[in-house]
């Protein structure tokens, strides 16, 4: 499967193109960066700290398009949108790592999925998916004595809070309890707040250092506390997450979907 890597010159372009140098059954047939980066025409192996594989970087996204099966993105979501345009245009898959759109972006992106093939999800590492998995089961097992907390730590480069992890655990925990999460999530609390209402999912993000991703859910309850975190190390987990997603999306219908589709979940 011929694959570009979209961002390829930051840190987490570089973790998806050696990721997919080293999986079976993909090629590294493109890399993509913004004008006047200073990545421009270097080797995307040499960028990744890999040997050469004679693939130089470009900015000429529709002529690159053109010519792949699928595309990692994990860029910004003005360009994820502009992206997924075109990947609709060529009939390619799409998988998006990208946070932090918009209501518009994200229609803008459902459109987009009539003619594309798109994986999309706050987090594509396999231990994430498990954990909200099962922070769904356990939000719909305990009662609403039980408080719902979601605790993230980043580091101090991210740009979106509360990350599109977080949203992506308490949507699980908003489905478990058969609830909206727009309509019971606090994102943040200063001053006298009053009590905690029940039923509400509470948010918390940290940022600083090099932290590539800590999350915890909290069930906190009369006399007892539930815990579930991930604590990733490796950016990449990630990378091998959205390469298997773009594997498993080769030959699926145009569609949105998740990571949650891609391990069976």
Known sequence: MRIAVLGAAGRMGQALTRALAETPGCEVAGGLETKGSP??????????GLEPLGVPITDD??????????VLDFTLPKATVEFAALAAQARIVHVIGTTGFSDDDLAK???AARHATIVKAGNMSMGVNLMAALTARVAETLGP???????EMHHRHKRDAPSGTSLMLGDAAAKGRSVALAEK??????????????????????????????HRVIFA?????IE???????????????V??????????????????????
């Not at 990545?39 to 990744?48: F, R, S």
């Not at 309850?221 to 506390?225: H, T």
């Not at 594997?247 to 219908?253: S, T, Y």
């Open 228 to 242: 579930l975190a991930h604590i990733a190390s490796d950016r990449g987990i990630f990378a091998r997450g959205a």
């Open 185 to 214: 999530s606090v994102r943040t609390r200063d001053g006298d707040t009053g009590p905690r209402r029940e039923g509400d999912i509470g948010f918390a993000a940290l940022r600083g250092g090099d932290v590539v991703g800590e």
């Open 39 to 48: 990545a421009l025409g270097k080797d995307i192996g040499e960028v990744a």
């Open 145 to 151: 004595e039980f408080d719902i907390e979601i605790l």
């Open 244 to 265: 298997r997603a773009a594997l498993w999306a080769r030959g699926k219908p145009p569609g949105l979907y998740s990571m949650a589709d891609v391990l069976g979940l």
């Open 221 to 225: 309850g009369p006399g007892e506390r």
């Open 109 to 111: 992106l459902d459109a």
């Open 61 to 70: 996204a529709l002529s690159l398009f053109a010519g792949i099966d699928g």
